[in-house]
């Protein structure tokens, strides 16, 4: 069976207790646009590392608290 | 939709107008005989009026298109919130037409899109000589493909921001 690597995000629990932040206050912290943070919330984007990063930062958490790298089987 | 899809939209609708138009146009001039197949000179006067008409009708709508969008979003702004300044108004309209790699990222692959299609038509241009056709025929052949990328530059733009994109 083939086997799938897929970037999962754990952006929306991490703007949930950032006090319900919203996708337009986490763009702008991380100079991105709020259609790329939906984007990346949704799978449907894999970011850059450097954005990555800098979304990590905006939460004070490290990278791999908000993303990870899963397999999927399809 | 964002403001990347909005204008995406309006160059496609521009496109779209500027290519009908040269089709009944020129069609209409072969049609009554004012133009020959083998009049180069004319053929080329016509595309390039038509490129011309293309570029400066593309910049005019689309800062206009700028100055509504900007508009909407003052007003959408006022009635959120009946307090906010014009400083916090630049600062939405800054934010929706925040350009980032993401948008880099549809550009690249969207225009590898149009260039694969200019080039095909390109290719085509240069059969329909082969195959003994008029020299406008290469002309309209190539300057309608070129066209056509160009719309499905856009078309492939929206697509995958609907869709969304991998880096792979």
């Given at each position: 069976?083939?086997?799938?690597?897929?970037?999962?995000n754990n952006i929306r629990k991490f703007?949930?207790?950032?006090?319900?932040?919203?996708?337009?206050?986490?763009?702008?912290?991380?100079?991105?646009?709020?259609?790329?943070?939906?984007?990346?919330?949704?799978?449907?984007?894999?970011?850059?590392?450097?954005?990555?990063?800098?979304?990590?930062?905006?939460?004070?958490?490290?990278?791999?608290e908000v993303?990870?790298?899963?397999?999927?089987?399809? | 939709?964002?403001?990347?899809?909005?204008?995406?939209?309006?160059?496609?609708?521009?496109?779209?107008?500027?290519?009908?138009?040269?089709?009944?146009?020129?069609?209409?001039?072969?049609?009554?005989?004012?133009?020959?197949?083998?009049?180069?000179?004319?053929?080329?006067?016509?595309?390039?009026?038509?490129?011309?008409?293309?570029?400066?009708?593309?910049?005019?709508?689309?800062?206009?298109?700028?100055?509504?969008?900007?508009?909407?979003?003052?007003?959408?702004?006022?009635?959120?919130?009946?307090?906010?300044?014009?400083?916090?108004?630049?600062?939405?309209?800054?934010?929706?037409?925040?350009?980032?790699?993401?948008?880099?990222?549809?550009?690249?692959?969207?225009?590898?899109?149009?260039?694969?299609?200019?080039?095909?038509?390109?290719?085509?241009?240069?059969?329909?000589?082969?195959?003994?056709?008029?020299?406008?025929?290469?002309?309209?052949?190539?300057?309608?493909?070129?066209?056509?990328?160009?719309?499905?530059?856009?078309?492939?733009?929206?697509?995958?921001?609907?869709?969304?994109?991998?880096?792979?």
């Amino acid at each position: 069976m083939a086997k799938k690597f897929q970037i999962t995000n754990n952006i929306r629990k991490f703007r949930f207790f950032a006090n319900e932040m919203t996708q337009q206050q986490l763009a702008e912290k991380v100079g991105a646009s709020r259609q790329t943070i939906v984007a990346i919330e949704a799978g449907k984007y894999s970011p850059s590392l450097e954005l990555a990063f800098r979304i990590a930062h905006a939460f004070g958490a490290k990278i791999e608290e908000v993303f990870s790298y899963e397999e999927k089987e399809y | 939709m964002s403001y990347q899809e909005k204008r995406t939209i309006v160059s496609i609708i521009i496109g779209v107008l500027i290519l009908a138009a040269y089709c009944i146009y020129s069609y209409g001039k072969y049609q009554s005989g004012d133009i020959a197949p083998d009049d180069m000179k004319t053929w080329s006067g016509i595309i390039l009026v038509f490129i011309a008409i293309g570029v400066i009708s593309g910049i005019v709508i689309q800062i206009i298109f700028h100055i509504l969008l900007s508009i909407g979003i003052a007003i959408q702004e006022k009635v959120k919130n009946d307090r906010c300044d014009d400083k916090e108004i630049a600062k939405t309209i800054d934010a929706e037409m925040v350009t980032d790699e993401m948008d880099k990222l549809i550009e690249l692959k969207s225009m590898r899109v149009g260039f694969i299609t200019a080039g095909i038509g390109f290719v085509s241009a240069l059969l329909t000589q082969i195959l003994n056709y008029s020299p406008a025929v290469m002309l309209n052949v190539m300057f309608i493909t070129f066209s056509a990328g160009s719309l499905l530059h856009g078309l492939t733009q929206i697509y995958f921001y609907k869709r969304g994109i991998t880096n792979g």
